[in-house]
């Protein structure tokens, strides 16, 4: 029952993250937060979101494997969109590609307090090297 | 107790992967398999983890969260060890390195069918240029 409303939760969060509802992060995301073990307030995180959203405007957060259990979700996110400019350290220059997040999050009283996040980057780089169609 | 069950399973396959029983992964790994959506065989695979374990004698997995959904597995594995010549395209060359494994897994009858992976490979140049400590 609490996996299933969690479930919900960290949907509605995507949801949100889909829609361009930034305003709405509140609800999901604590007034400070680690990522990556790095700490951050909300606002910052936000404005990054926003920022990703500009660089990226057809980006789309596409749940590919999702797992509950306790406080944690686990996340396998599918994108498929074209960041303008450098995107992740990569010149991906307005190019389309595909890649994955592999992402964890420790939630605390039903809003985000830890992200845990991988991107594969190297496939980013594969498909814009051309060796891979 | 089907969750509690199948995260048995899988720790004791890593359990397996740490001491180099690599004989026993017959008993968690189906014939055949997709990693990352390629098919291979159990044999290729465990061919895959001998080389593994032969180029990085220190390779050890480290549970830092595991989530058990139905089928599905997903863990965050962490690494600290000290890779030999070339480690996933990368000239690691003896350094020793620290970086982190996202994956998910889906067991299909106690025995692991499909992974996919993603591996911190930027923390790893990270490191190795030194910007990072």
Redesign the interface.
Known sequence: MK?ESLEQTYRRYLRALNERTFDDLEEFVHDELTYNGQGLTRDAYVAQRREEARQIPDLHYAV??????GD???C?IAFDCSPKGEF??IDVDGRRVSF?????YRFRDGRIEDV???????EIREQLSGDQA
Not at 64 to 69: A, Q, W
Not at 100 to 104: D, P
Not at 116 to 122: A, H, K, P
């Open positions: 996996s590919d494997l999702l797992l509950v259990g944690h979700v686990a396998r992740l350290g994955v997040e592999h992402v964890f845990w996040s991988v991107i594969d980057t190297d």
